[in-house]
C-alpha cells in the first residue's frame, strides 16, 4: 500500500482558482503515471485529468480542457492539478491516482489506477 493524500480543496466562488496536491510515499511517482478523477454527489466517478511519465504527455477531459493544468514534481513525489475559471458543476470529491502500469502516456480509465488517495472536497458556489 502506497498512501497518497490530498490537500488544497476547499469552498471558492465560480470563476475563482485552486490547486490541489497529491503527495506520495515512496516511488508512487517513479514510472507511474498520474491521474486525477472526480466523483460529484449521486454521479460516477470521472476522468479529470492524467500525466504520463516519461514524456510528461498530459490529458484532460473536455470539461475542463483549458481551465485545469496537471502537473508533477517527481523529486518530491507530488503531483498538482491547478484548477481555474471554477464553475459549480465541479464541485466534487477530487481523487488523485497512480497507474504504476505505464510508463508512456496515462489512461483515463479509473480501473487502470492502481492507487488511490482519500479525496478532497472541492465546493464552488454560484
Known amino acids: 500500500q502506497v498512501p497518497l493524500v490530498e490537500s488544497g480543496g476547499g469552498l471558492v466562488q465560480a470563476g475563482g482558482s485552486l490547486r490541489l496536491s497529491c503527495a506520495a510515499s515512496?516511488?508512487?511517482?517513479?514510472?507511474?503515471?498520474m491521474g486525477w478523477f472526480r466523483q460529484a454527489p449521486g454521479k460516477e466517478r470521472e476522468f479529470v485529468a492524467a500525466?504520463?511519465?516519461?514524456?510528461?504527455?498530459?490529458y484532460y477531459a473536455d470539461s475542463v480542457k483549458g481551465r485545469f493544468t496537471i502537473s508533477r514534481d517527481n523529486p518530491s513525489n507530488t503531483g498538482y492539478l491547478q484548477m481555474n475559471s471554477l464553475r459549480p458543476e465541479d464541485t466534487a470529491v477530487y481523487f488523485c491516482?497512480?497507474?504504476?502500469?505505464?510508463?508512456?502516456?496515462?489512461?483515463?480509465?479509473?480501473?487502470?489506477?492502481?492507487?488511490w488517495g482519500q479525496g478532497t472536497q472541492v465546493t464552488v458556489s454560484s
Open positions: 491516482a497512480a497507474d504504476p502500469s505505464r510508463q508512456y502516456g496515462a489512461d483515463d480509465r479509473a480501473s487502470e489506477y492502481q492507487y
Open positions: 500525466i504520463g511519465w516519461t514524456y510528461g504527455n498530459t
Open positions: 515512496g516511488r508512487t511517482f517513479g514510472n507511474h503515471a
